[in-house]
């Protein structure tokens, strides 16, 4: 009888535990999955890294209540009742300059006025501007106007002006554009045609330049254009002054802003030979305080 030694026993047993796993192995692979109980084979993915992952759920388990007309409703408002904009009445009013001013006459009030009453498209407009010296009135007149918009950003105007100062009375037709150009400058140009014949055009524009949330410098420009002389108004034809204005304001709130800033006036061609006449300066600048306010 051969006697095994310690190494020869080791290696017959450890050939017959490979034996053993490489029938079992064969033994699971041809072991038919579908008649195993208790095993839902659909719900198992493909071996991920050695590890079996479970399938994603195809439907949600947290049943859905169904819609009713409550939640309709609720989630759709209708859009019955709405009011369009247009019909609506509204207003506004601003004081965009209402100061005084160190002239080289002696004190003046001077101001600009305006403000509008009606919906988005057509409105009633109404402006007034002026200056008081020493107590007498210089200059002063009112408009009143129709304006329909065009744009989002721009109205046509039509209606009447009348002035009071200086000389006697006047009163003229207007029509212009008035609106928002590029970069939020905001911008005037009416025509006028008064009586006896006259013609005038006026342009203007003002600029907010923001330091602040609350402090603001605002350029502004105004140019006035005569088609002939009235001797009794100072008025030459042409070119006939101009106003350059610089003011910086700090609002208070929104609709209360107090300002200081300073003015440079300039008469041209033949009104500033009547200015002469008057014992008055071509050119003249002045110190402005005042308050800038809207509703």
């Known amino acids: 009888m051969t006697r095994l030694t310690p190494l020869s026993l080791a290696l017959v047993t450890a050939s017959l ?153 006047q009163t003229w037709a207007a029509l212009g554009v008035q609106g928002m150009a590029l970069y939020n400058f905001e911008a005037e140009a009416t025509a006028f045609i008064g009586e006896g014949g006259q013609t005038a055009a006026r342009l203007e524009g003002d600029y907010d330049i923001l330091l602040t949330n609350r402090l603001i410098l605002q350029p502004t420009a105004e140019l006035n254009v005569y088609g002939k002389n009235d001797p009794q108004r100072g008025i030459g034809s042409g070119l006939s002054n101009t106003e350059a204005g610089l003011r910086l304001r700090y609002e208070i709130r929104r609709e209360i802003a107090p300002y200081i800033g300073v003015t440079w006036n300039r008469t041209y061609g033949k009104t500033a030979d009547y200015a002469n006449d008057e014992g008055e300066d071509r050119s003249e600048a002045r110190l402005v305080l005042g308050v800038r306010l809207w509703f």
């Open 17 to 169: 535990t490979l034996s053993s796993a490489m029938a079992a192995t064969d033994d699971m692979q041809n072991m038919d999955h579908s008649q195993m109980p208790g095993m839902d084979h659909s719900q198992m993915q493909s071996m991920d890294d050695g590890q079996m992952q479970p399938a994603a759920p195809t439907e949600s388990r947290t049943p859905i209540p169904a819609l009713t007309d409550a939640d309709r409703a609720a989630a759709y408002a209708s859009p019955s009742g709405h009011k369009v904009h247009d019909t609506a009445l509204n207003y506004y009013f601003l004081a965009d300059k209402l100061e005084w001013q160190d002239a080289d006459d002696g004190s003046t009030l001077a101001w600009d006025l305006s403000g509008w009453i009606g919906g988005d498209i057509d409105r009633l407009w109404l402006r007034s501007e002026g200056e008081r010296t020493n107590g007498k009135t210089e200059d002063a007149e009112i408009q009143a106007l129709w304006g329909h918009a065009i744009s989002p950003w721009w109205d046509v105007v039509t209606g009447v002006r009348q002035d009071f100062k200086p000389g006697d009375p």
